[in-house]
């Protein structure tokens, strides 16, 4: 409850543009370090116990997870998931993350005709492996995931978000 964390996509899109995540004092509320974590970052998770932090990064044709040892404010791995990940959710125990992957309007995701050739996915971290373990395919567009604890145990949900023009 000390620190806020924001995504700032950086540069022209390619792995030399940078993009950051600023560190932000929540009290004072000014900014107190910045973390440079890859290609246009978007998602943002927090490790439950506080030592991790986990960023999507947009990018083509396969985007990454950024694993940001939070001690020392370093990227300790980059893993690579699935076209446009979004957002990303750890789960309570913090064993899991889920990063949901858009695909989107890129050429590996619609045909020139318009046709989906792939639709998103969901991908499945190992925290302490840090490793992708698992990839769901889901709807075209997922933008979040969520955790949910229920009766029967941590739920994975998927809003997906399903483009529609007004025609």
Known sequence: ?????????????????????????????????SIAVGKQPQ???VSPDGRGLYVANNGQPLGTV???????????????????????????????????????????CIAKDGTVTANGTVSVIDTTALRVVATVQVDMEPFGVAV?????????????YRHSSPE
Do not use: M
């Not at 949910?148 to 997906?160: E, M, N, Y």
């Open 1 to 33: 409850g000390t620190r806020v964390f924001v995504s700032n996509s950086g540069g022209d899109g390619s792995e030399a543009g940078t993009g950051t995540v600023s560190i932000i004092d929540a009290g004072s509320r000014t900014v107190i370090g």
């Open 66 to 108: 950024a694993v940001v040892d939070l001690a020392t404010s370093k990227v300790i791995k980059k893993i690579t998931v699935g076209h446009n990940p979004q957002g990303l959710a750890v789960t309570p125990d913090g064993k899991w993350v889920y990063v949901a992957n858009q695909c989107g309007d890129t050429a590996d």
């Open 43 to 45: 998602g943002i998770a």
């Open 148 to 160: 949910a604890v229920t009766a029967d145990g941590p739920q994975v949900l998927d809003p997906s």
